[in-house]
C-alpha cells in the first residue's frame, strides 16, 4: 500500500516548511505529498518546492477553504490511502505508517487518527462526540474546558485524553486525519459548503451512518500549533467557525434542528459577534 499525503496550506510557508521536513523520513518511495495553495504567492511557493521536491504544487489565486482544497488535492493524487495533513503540524514518529496498517487491519475503519498534541506538550482534543447541546458549554473553545478541563462535561465531548489504546469515537479533527480513498470516495469527499471548520465532524458522521469507524490511535503522535493559518484573517475565521456549526446543527439536527434553528442562529451570532469583540482586543487572548 502507498499514501497520498494532502496538505491545504493558507499563507503558512514556513511552517509547511518544517512539517514537510519532519514528515520526510517516514515516508516510502511510492508515497505522494500533494499540496493546495490557497492565495498563493508564486515566490515562497517556488522556494518550497526547491527545498522539497517530491511535493506536488497545486496554486490556487483564491482562497478554495479547507474542504474543497481537500477534495482537490485528493483528485489530483492516486494512492488508495489519504492523510490530511494541516501546514503547522510536526510529525513525531512513523504515523504514516502506523496509521496506513491501522486501517489495512480494519477494514471497517473509514478513519484514523493519532494524538494530537499543542506545542506545550498537552494532548488536544483531536478525537470527539458528535456535537450536541453539551458542545456548548463542554465544547474544545468554551471557557470551561480552558478553566476546567477535567470536567464530566467537557470529558464527554472530548475524547481525546492521555493513554496509550485505541478507541473508536465519532469523528477525528482534520489536522492530521488518515482516511481510505474508497471511504472518501463512497461518501462524496468533504461537503465543499464548509468552508471552513466542522467540515470533519460532518465527514465522520456521514461515514457513520455508511457503518464505518472513526478510530483514535494514540501510538502516535503529531504536534500541532493550532490557529497559525486562521490567526492571519482571525475575523474571516471566526466568521467561518460559526456559519460551519450552524451549518453542521442543520444537517444532521433532523427534525429537531428545523424547530430549533433560528434559536440556534441567535445563540451562534451573539457568540461570534462576541469572539469578534475580543479578537479586536489588543490584549484579547
Known sequence: MSVAVLVVNFRA?????????????????????VV???ESDPKQLARLTARHPRMR???SERNLGFAAGVNLAARQSTKPILLLLNPDTVVQGPVVRVLEQWLIDHPKTGVAGPRVLNTDGSVQPSARRFPGISAAIGGRSTWLTSRFPNNPIS??????RPGSDAVDVDWIA?????????????????????FLY????DYGRRLQAMGMKSTYVPAVSVTHAAGRSSGRVP???????????????????GRFARWSAPLAALALRIRMAWCLWRADRPNAG
Open 155 to 160: 470529558r464527554r465531548n472530548l475524547s481525546a
Open 13 to 33: 510557508y514556513d511552517d509547511l516548511d518544517r512539517s514537510l521536513t519532519s514528515l520526510g523520513p517516514f515516508l516510502s518511495t511510492n508515497d505522494e505529498v
Open 57 to 59: 504544487a497545486i496554486p
Open 235 to 253: 475575523a474571516t475565521a471566526i466568521r467561518a467557525f460559526h456559519e460551519s456549526a450552524l451549518r453542521l446543527h442543520l444537517k444532521h439536527g
Open 36 to 38: 493546495v495553495d490557497n
Open 198 to 201: 466542522w467540515e470533519d465532524a
Open 174 to 194: 482534520g489536522s492530521c486525519l488518515m482516511t481510505t480513498r474508497a471511504a472518501f470516495d463512497a461518501a462524496g469527499g468533504f461537503d465543499e459548503r464548509f
